[in-house]
């Protein structure tokens, strides 16, 4: 019989054993949720920059559409202010 095995563990040890071991899982299991978490976290970070980035882009856009559209009123203001019929406008 090897002796290895044939020590006899007290009830204490194989206790200890084992809450160490459950301990262990424990652990790996809550780095685990730990770490999906942060996953989970960083990709809705990351969904609303994106978001973000796209309202961004739009409002640069309509405001830029927005001065276009003022340039030109203005401009066509200036032309009909130094036309006859801006002239005729003022006079009446």
């Known amino acids: ?21 459950s301990y262990q899982s424990n652990v790996a299991l809550s780095y685990k949720k730990c770490y999906e978490k942060f996953l989970r976290r960083s990709q809705l970070r990351l969904k609303s920059v994106v978001s973000l980035r796209k309202l961004l ?5 309509s405001r830029s559409k927005l001065f276009a559209k003022r340039k030109a009123l203005r401009a066509r203001a200036c032309a009909l202010l130094k036309s006859n019929v801006g002239a005729k406008l003022v006079e009446q």
């Open 57 to 61: 882009a739009q409002l640069i856009e």
């Open 1 to 21: 019989m090897n002796l290895l095995f044939s020590k006899k563990f007290s009830k204490v040890t194989l206790r200890r054993r084992q809450l160490a071991k």
